[in-house]
Structure formats: structure tokens, C-alpha cells
């Protein structure tokens, strides 16, 4: 039924692209365009003036030249003629050679925006559509600013025809993706909101995708459009499959509009309206119900549209997140479609179960289908497909089924794809750290995968191992052992030889008592390896080498007289020639004492986040990863966590790295003590590295001598704790420098800086007077729990000088660091003559929870995921207020800036809101914080809410800042 | 919807939509890596994949592959079924349709995908109308019809 004899309206065009597609090359191709387009550009410029029928043919020759990928710089301005015709398919070709050959020469701007301004008031719909249809077309920042007020007026006006309206409200969505600032809903919203109603429902299907749109941005003014959406839901769900004529498709009752609808009311939270929520789940019932009837199509389309349904509701259940019943059918039937015959169901359900298994309600039943799951991991035929399998079981992983799930995943990564090897490698050794029970498995699991994928193993991955032996006394003798057994195999991977150099280096007299072990067959085990092995790793085994000496004085003969050979004494690498002098100069001049005190074993790293998890985030992109929640409260396995992304090489087996620039500088560099190691002997540089690598856990140990912290001289007088104390504290919880006090004698001003649990502080005593203060005397307190097991405040230089002479000021530092979360500040106490009497003052110390945050910055996917995550009702402290400072946004900013999280933007669906996160470092863990705060400006109100991992800090924290705004 | 992209299994390009601004350029490439990618795809396999950070919904119809990047949130079956839908309307259009249509009546492939996607979203799914629209237009193109061209003011 063609309605039209196609191309009899154009002759031309079709024996240019009949003879286009007769070209027998590319080069007679090219040749009969330039011909063409000589010809056209000869019409245009032509004395004769073409008529409309011609300049179509040849602005559609252009276009057909354009699509074929060729540059074409000229007729644009023909086609903005044809858009002022009155001939309708004229037009049409002028739109659309405008819409695909977008120009941003302003004066042609000008005149099509002109012909669009006319189509638009010509009341003819044809003409409407068009123009319409072009803006959306191009989208562009000018289009919006000349029709964004427009649109909208004929999307709601009661004469547009339902065509008409169609068009304006995606035009009107085109425009708001561009250009969100120059489209405004304003009065038209409650309008715009009750097209859902309309009774045509090409126009309700149009209109939701712009009003889901709108609703993601503006929750709030959209929100009357959730029980409308029910409602329409409602009655498509319970409508008979021939009820909406020509909006059915094959059987199932318009499936567009329904996973529109559905989609639209993932941007809500579940209805508050009784009645409504009701209607609602009785929806999501009916379509679950309708996935267990019998087809009423054997076509794929009827199942696909009926199962798009499906899918949908099972994301809604999924978002709502609070339906115990609904969440589990959900999970029943995606277990069915697991074992479907049509691989795209199978490939839908493997992902769908991905975001069930992080519900607290459906995990358990996701788990029943592990086996199936791991049955797709070996037999599936299809990438994608083994990949979302992977994906599942990593997110159903627990510590009930780890070790299954790793033992799969080990033995699929054999033959996994090389596309995904890495990144399973990455899931493996992250769920044997966080469900190792035993670390014996952990290492058994991370040299196995070393040993399968060896090459898909990072940099990451090996340093955490590594990491975590030495963390743990406990396993360390295990872990050389069984390294030692591994590097026996004829053929190991380097990596592998990395491992075991470090751990035969750090604890091979562990196993040393074994003959089979002794020092020197450990010794040449290694060594065998050495001449196979790249730069960088030669390195770390001279290392392991002067470590051996260290360990067991027995071999020192013999790797002296490897160090000595002109391989490599005089290797000609850099950084392996100094090592071998170096080392072989200190095993000879050094004492053994001073040995062993360079030489000795590593100490703890410190505890972070995982670095394999970071790298397995920034591989998979925000959001792709449902990671199983790392940083959440109930894990038992957090002691395992170790040292962040420094290598555990860099610290003392990075000796002599200082001097000499080497290729191997990321392996080996010392970030943090770069410029301390520059030091010009290089044995002299050895020991400072070893010793800036023990620092942060020196002065700890030293401090506590000086009596500063635990033995407070006993005060003559009580002092008197100044009354606006807590309001001093609240005056630095957004900021770090000020001055602390101030009375008619002495100002204190204060500065500190903060670096994950440590900080210091800079205290400046200034003496307001012409007179000297005698027996200046400061005390630093921590009262309470805050003395024995939560802030540890040192001293660091000497006790402040007892007097202060008039007009002068002195300093005072304090490190400080934080051991676990705490609320109480520490006081400081001053206490000194003045012209006689005693003067003491006791003052808070704004030392606060906060001030060991670091940001941490996130998607908006991964931040509401973790928001989720935190839902246990004791983990959010929630605070209602009234402002008591501006509610300014560059103001607030600066405050949610300064109280050191990270200010997200583009999370919150409400622009207006401030979302923040960030993890605050203690001593002993790391405590995850997500921060919401939502001011109403009208009210002058705010609500404050806080989720983190730890319900003190939720707490403290919601205390201090609702004083803060 | 990202884009909509028809080409032959040959890998030649017969149609292009594109509903984000991108530059001729990056057009290309992305046209080009995903020719690659999905002809190297065997029958059997699933109709969805992960490509940077979209989704990629194809299906193949004789020799022409229809291929649709969504964004994360979309739905992958009723883009599948949104393919369809297309695919029956140039089929009902031009009376079982082949590549050949396609190929000469490009302007018609574009105008028909006009009035069923705009912007990326469907604007109108009920087959009739859609082609109703069509057909009008067309009536339009004879001459004899040509008062209903006159704007009315």
C-alpha cells in the first residue's frame, strides 16, 4: 500500500545514487560526486533562477553526499529557501538537510530561526510538526533562547492539535537537556503534569518522557504527577489486551507507556498516600501475575514487551527497596528467566539479580541460584553474557558461599576471556581479602591467581598481599612457606617472583629451620629467577638479597660475591648498579647492630581502603560495580585491611632510589619522604627512608614520657571553664585558622592542618599587655575516655617559656591523632602571673570528629547505593532547624567545604540540596559519612540528615554541624 | 537514546540518528568501532552489550543490523521492540522492504523515523497514525492537492 510512487517525485536523485552504487572503486566513487557537486554548485550560482522542485533535487543530492561520508561547505543557503516554501515536501527536505547539516553561521541562524518562527504561528499542524521536529533535531543553545518560552505555551494551549502536541513536548525535552537554565516550567507545570491524563495516548506517551525528565530535576514540583501515573498505570495494567486498539502491541496493552510510567515513578519514593501505594503494589502484583500466564503470542515481540514490562516493575520493587513479599517474587522470577531459552532473558535476569542481592530483603534468595550462576560462568556462549554472570556472583558473594564463589571464579579465569581477566582477577582477590577467615586461604588464593593469570595480576593486587603478610604475624610464616613451594614450579611468573622475594626477604627465616628451606637453598631458589626477570624486579631482589644478609650472617659470602660480579656491580641499569655497590658497601662496613636496625622488618602498613577496590571502581566506571559494601560496620574482616596505594616496595627496599633517576621510579618512588632521602651519601639516604618510613609511629611511643598528656599537675585554683566555650568550638568546625580567644591580657590564635588521623596545632599565646606574664604554664587535657583510649594529644617541641614579656607572643605545637571517633574536646588550660595574681583559664580546644575527614568523591549512583547501604535506623541522625546564619549557597558551600567532605554535585536530584561524603580516619578504622542537607528557604529551615558506618559519629557529627548553618 | 544507526552487513552506513550534539568526527568513530563490534557478533548471541558507558541494543533484519545505544537506565527489550516497531512501519511504507528502499528513498527512512522518535523517545507508537501522518505528507507532493499548502493566517 506505498502511497506514493517513491522517486518519481525525484528522477535525478535516483540515477545519481544508482550510478553511485554502479562505481566500481572508491576513486570512480569520488569522481562522480566531484562531478556531481561541480554541477549542483554551476545550478546555484547559475543566472537562471531555479525553480523549488529543482533546488529539492539538489539540496537532497547534497544531503545524500553528506550521509555517504564526504564534507560538503556549500548549499545551505538553498535550503533555507526551501524552508519558506509553501510547497509541504519542499520544506520537508529543507528541514532536513538543515537538521543533519547543522551550521552555526549566525546569519543563517537568524533566518531559519525565522522560517521555524513562521511554521510555528502558521497554525497549519503539517507545517507545526515540522518546524517543531527540527528543533528538536538540532537542539541547539540558539534555538532554545529563540523557542524555549514558546513551546511550552503550545504543548498546554486547549486548540493544539494532538499531533502537534506530541511534537512540542519532546521538542521541549531536547531543549531542556541543552539548555536546562533557559527552559521554565513555572506556571505551566500542574498543566504539563496532567497531560498524563490525556485522553489520547500518543500524547501521554510523548509527555511522560518529558515529565520524567522534569521529575529527575525537580522532584519536588512534579510530585503530584505520582498518583496520576498510578492511576494511568492502573488502568493500562488492568485493561484487556484489545482495549487500546492500535496502543496494543501484539497482545500486551501499550508497553511504551507503561515502562515509561513505571520508569517515571523510580524518581519517587514510595507513595505516601495509603490508598495510593496500595493501588500501586496491587499493579506490580498483577504484572508479576501476568509473567506466570500462558502466553497469549508465541512471537518474540509479545514476550519482549511484555517482559520490558516486567523488568521495569522488577526495578521499581527493587528501588523501593521495601517490600519484603514483592522484593522476593521479583527474585523468584528472575530466577526463572535464568534458565530461558532466549539468551537475552538470561542475560536481563543475571543483571537484574545483581542489584537484588544488595537488598537486604532478597539476598538470601538470590543465593539460592548460585549453582545456576555459576553454571552460566562455564557454559555460557556468549561473552556479555559469562561477564553479568561473574557480575552476580561477586555480588552475591558472602561469607557463607566465598569460598565457593572464589574457587569458580579462580577456575573459570583459565580459560576466561582476555577481555575480562583483569577485572575478575581484581573481583577475586578482593573477596578472598574481605571474606578470609583463615589468611592461609587468602594467600593459597592470591598465589593461585598470581600462578593462573599471573599477567592480568596489577601492580595492586600483588603490593596487597603483600601488605597484608605483613600486617598479620599470624600468617607469615604460611605465606613463606608456601611461596617458597610455589617458586619451585619450573616456570613461575614474575610476578610471582616478586611476591617471593619479598616475603623470603622479610620472613625467610620463618621457615629457615627446614633443610629443604635453609637460608641458601632459599637463597638459590630466588636467584635462579634473577637473569629471567625484567628491571624493576631485579631490583626488589637485590633487596631481598641484603635482607638475606641481615637475616642469615651464613649466606653473606655468597650474595656478597653475587653483589661483586661485573653483572651487577657494573650493570649498565642505573638504579641495579647502585643498588649492588650500595648494598655490597653496607654489608661490609656496617655493623651487624646497624644492620639489623636498617634492615629490619617492615612495619605495619597503615590501614585504608583497599587499593584493589579503588582500582576495580575507576576499571569499571561509577556505577557498574555493585561492590559488596567494604566499608560497612559489620565487617569482621577489617583488620585485614593494610596500606594504601603505596607499594609496599617503595618503603625500605627502595634504598637508592634517591639520587638517580630510574625507569623504575613509580615502582620504587618514595613519595612522601622524597625530599628527606635526597640526602648525598647513599647509605645515609638508606637510613633516613628506613627511619621516615617508621616516623608516624615514633613519637608515639617517645611522647608519653614528658608527663604532658596523662599526669596534669594538680591546679591551685579551679579554672574557670569559660562559658562560651561550646560556642568557640562551634566557630572552627568549618574552619582551621582564628583567633581562639581573646581578653583584655592574652589572645590565643590558632592554626592547624590535618592529614588523614594526624594533625597538628599551632597555639599562639600573644601578651596584650606592656607587662610580663611569670610561671606561663600550658596544659593540655583530654577529660574522660577522651585521655585513655581516644585522642592522643602529644607534644611536640618543648614546654612554652614561662614567661611571656609584654607585647610578645609565643608558640605552641601539638600533634595529635586520632585513635578512635570521639565527641568530647580536649581542654586547654593556661595558667600565669600577671603583675601578681594567678590567672587560669580552661578553654575548649576545637579539635572536633570532622577535622579527620577526607573527601571522597562519588557518583550519584554510587553515593545513593551507599545511602542504602547505611540504613540501619541507629546509623542516621537527623536534625531539624532553623537558620541561624545566611542561606546563602556560596556561604553554604564554603561551610560544607571546610568541614573537609567532599561537596557532590549533580547527586541530589534537588539542585537546591547539598549532598557531601567522606571518610573519617582514625587510628583503628575508617568511618564512611554521607551528608544531606536540605534548606527551605522559604521557612528559613534546614534538614540535616547524616548516614555513616558508625552510629557515634552519625551522632557527634549531626550535633556539630546543626549549629553550623 | 543516544543514537540510532543502520548499516549493512557489509558495514556500510544507510541510516544515522543522532540525539546528542557529538562532532562529525567523533560521529565517525563511534559509528565506526560499533560496526566492528557488532558484525563480529555471532547469531546466537545476546542483542544487548556494554560499550563505554551506554548500552548497545541491536538486531538484525535480513541484511541490515539497526543498532540503538540507550543510557543506563534504559530499558533494552522495549528498545529491542522499539527496532521492531520501526522495521514495520518502512515495512508497511514501502510494501515488505529491503535495503534497496532504503538506500533510494533515504529522505522517506528519515521522515517516517521522525514522526515514530523524537529526540530519542518515542513520540508516537501507534502504527496507523504514524503512517497516516506519512501518507498525508505524501498526498501533499501532488500537485492537485496543492491548496492545502496554503498556510491558513
Known sequence: MPAVSKGDGMRGLAVFISDIRNCKSKEAEIKRINKELANIRSKFKGDKALDGYSKKKYVCKLLFIFLLGHDIDFGHMEAVNLLSSNKYTEKQIGYLFISVLVNSNSELIRLINNAIKNDLSSRNPTFMCLALHCIANVGSREMAEAFASEIPRILVAGDTMDSVKQSAALCLLRLYKTSPDLVLMGEWTSRVVHLLNDQHMGVVTAAISLITCLSQKNPDEFKTCVSLAVSRLSRIVSSASTDLQDYTYYFVPAPWLSCKLLRLLQCYPPPEDGAVKGRLVECLETILNKAQEPPKSKKVQHSNAKNAILFEAISLIIHYDSEPNLLVRACNQLGQFLQHRETNLRYLALESMCTLASSEFSHEAVKTHIETVINALKTERDVSVRQRAADLLYAMCDRSNAKQIVAEMLSYLETADYSIREEMVLKVAILAEKYAVDYSWYVDTILNLIRIAGDYVSEEVWYRVIQIVINRDDVQGYAAKTVFEALQAPACHENMVKVGGYILGEFGNLIAGDPRSSPLVQFNLLHSKFHLCSVPTRALLLSAYIKFINLFPETKATIQEVLRCDSQIRNSDVELQQRAVEYLKLSSIASTDVLATVLEEMPPFPERESSILAKLKKKKGPGAVSVPDLEDGKREGGELNGGGERGPDSAAMSASNASTPSPSADLLGMRSAAPMSAAPTSAGSLLVDVFSEAGPAAPSAAVNDDGFLSSAPPSEDPATLLSEADELLNKFVCKNNGVLFENQLLQIGIKSEYRQNLGRMYLFYGNKTSVQFASFTTTVSCPGELQSHILSILRATKPVEPVVEGGAQIQQVLNIECLTDFSEAPLLNIKFRYGGALQNLSLKLPVTINKFFQPTEMTSHDFFQRWKQLSQPQQEAQKIFKANHSMDTEVLKAKLLGLGTALLDDVDPNPENYVCAGVIQTKGQQVGCLLRLEPNGQAQMYRLTLRCSKDSVSLRLCELLAQQF | ?153
Open chain 2, 1 to 153: 537514546m543516544q543514537f540510532m544507526l543502520l548499516f549493512s552487513r557489509q558495514g556500510k552506513l544507510r541510516l544515522q540518528k543522532w540525539y546528542v550534539p557529538l562532532s562529525d568526527k567523533e560521529k565517525k568513530k563511534i559509528t565506526r568501532e560499533l560496526v566492528q563490534t557488532v558484525l563480529a557478533r555471532k547469531p546466537k548471541m545476546c542483542s544487548f552489550l556494554e560499550w563505554r558507558d551506554l548500552k548497545v541494543v541491536y538486531k538484525r533484519y535480513a541484511s541490515l543490523y539497526f543498532c540503538c545505544a540507550i543510557e543506563h537506565q534504559d530499558n533494552e527489550l522495549i528498545t529491542l521492540e522499539i527496532i521492531h516497531r520501526y522495521v514495520e512501519l518502512l515495512d508497511k511504507y514501502f510494501g515488505s522492504v529491503c535495503e534497496l528502499d532504503i538506500i533510494f528513498n533515504f529522505e522517506k527512512a528519515y521522515f517516517i523515523l521522525d514522526e515514530f522518535l523524537l529526540g530519542g523517545e518515542p513520540q508516537e507508537t501507534s502504527k496507523k497514525t504514524v503512517l497516516k501522518a506519512i501518507e498525508q505528507a505524501d498526498l501533499l507532493q501532488e500537485p492537485r492537492h496543492e491548496y492545502f499548502n496554503v498556510p491558513v493566517y
